[in-house]
C-alpha cells in the first residue's frame, strides 16, 4: 500500500510516500518511494524541495502561503508525469499524521474519526503550539485526498504505559486533577521504533529486553523500556525536562527561574525563550546549538564549546544510571537522532564510559566511527549491548497506519 506519511509544523509541512504492508513490516522491506517539504510557509518565497528516492532533486521557492495550498503542491510532485513515483493521487491509499499531543486520551494511534478529531482539539491546551497546525494539516489532506481513511500517530502515545509514580510531578495534586500537570514524554514514535528495531535486529522479543533508548537530536530525550513498555521518559509536561538540548536547559532547579525572573525583570514570554530558545548547548557554549560546530571548536581548544559538550554527555550518564536502576539492569542501551547516530567523541564517549561500568570489556567505539547504519558498537558478549539504530518515525507512521486499516490494531504484533 501506498502511505503518505504527513508532518505540518507552524510554517512547514513535511511529507514521505512509504510503500508498505503486513508483509515488508515483518521483514523490514518497506521502502520510502519519495519525500518532499515545504518550509517558510507564509511568506513570500516559500521553499519547497522534492526528492524521489534515486532521483534527482527538484527545489522551487513559489509564494505558498497556506498549508492546504503547500500540501497541494507536493501531491502533485509525487503524482508529477516525469518525477512523480506515483500515476496519479488515487494511488495513496491512506494518510498517516504526526499529531505531537495525544494527552491521556490516547496510547496508541487512531483513525482519524469526527469524535477523534474532537479528542485530538481538546488536546490542544497541552500543546497550543503545535497541535493546531497537525489539527490544519489533517483538515487540508482531508479536503484534497477524499474518501482515503486518515490515521493520527501521537508523540506521547509511546510513554502512556508510564506508572503514576513515574509520570506525577510532586506538586499538589488537585494541579493533575485540574489541569491534567504530569509528564508525558515526547518523540515516543523514535523511541518506540528502535527499540522495536534493536529487536528484531537481535532476533529476539522485546518482552525479554530491559533497553534504554537515547534520541538525541535538537531535541534529546530518553526513554527506559522494559518488556517492551515505556516506564519512564526524561521529557516531561512539555519537551523541556530532562537532557540538555540545542538550545533547551533541561533539568533545572525551577526556582532558578523564578530567581532569574526577578532579577532580570523578565515577563513570561521572554522566560519562555530563555529556556527553550537561548539555553542547553547554544547558551553555555554561545557558539552554537549544532554538535558539529561544538565538536570543531572545542578541538580547536574552546573550553565553553568543552563545557558545553562536557556537560550535555554527563546528563546522558546520570539518566542512564537511574533507567538501569529503575529497571534492575541494562540489557542494550540504543542511540539514535542527529548525535546518537553521528556524534563519534559525545554520544560515544558516554556509551564507553557505560559499558566500561557495566562490565570489564571494551567498547568498539575506538575502533569504527561513524559507526555502519545499523550497528553494534559494543561487545556482542558484553552483559549490555550498546547499538546504533537511524531512528524513522515516519515509517512508524506509515505501518500503524496500515496495521490500523487491515486489522484495526495499529500495535506490532510480532516481535
Ligand atoms: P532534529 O531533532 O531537528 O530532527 P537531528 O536529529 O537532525 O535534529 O539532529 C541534529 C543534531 O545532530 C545537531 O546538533 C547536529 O550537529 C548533530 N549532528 C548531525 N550530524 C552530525 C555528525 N556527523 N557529528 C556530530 N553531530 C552531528
Redesign the pocket.
Known sequence: MKILVLNCGSSSVKSQLIETDLESIETNSDRTLACGSVEKIGMTSSVVRYEPVGGEVFKDTPEILEHKVAIDRLLHLYADPTRGVIRSLADIEAVGHRIVHGGEKFSQSAAITPEILKQIEECVELAPLHNPHNIRGYRAAAELLPGVPHVAVFDTAFHQTMPDYAFMYGLPRILYKRHAIRRYGFHGTSHRYVSYRVAQLLNTSREKLRIITCHL???CSMAAIKFRRSIDTSMGFTPLEGLMM?TRTGDLDPAVILHIMAKEDLGLSEANALLNKHSGLYGVSGIS????EL?ESAREGDRHARLAIDMFCYRIKKYIARYAAVMNRLDVLVFT???GE??PRSARSVARSWTFWASSHRTRTERRH?PRQEDCISCVSGPCMVWVIPTNEELIIARDTVRLILTGDPRPTNR
Not at 546549538?289 to 558539529?292: G, I, K, L, P, Y
Open positions: 537530536g535538537n531535541g540545542g546549538n549544532d554538535m558539529r565538536e537522532g542527529g548525535i553521528n556524534s561513524p
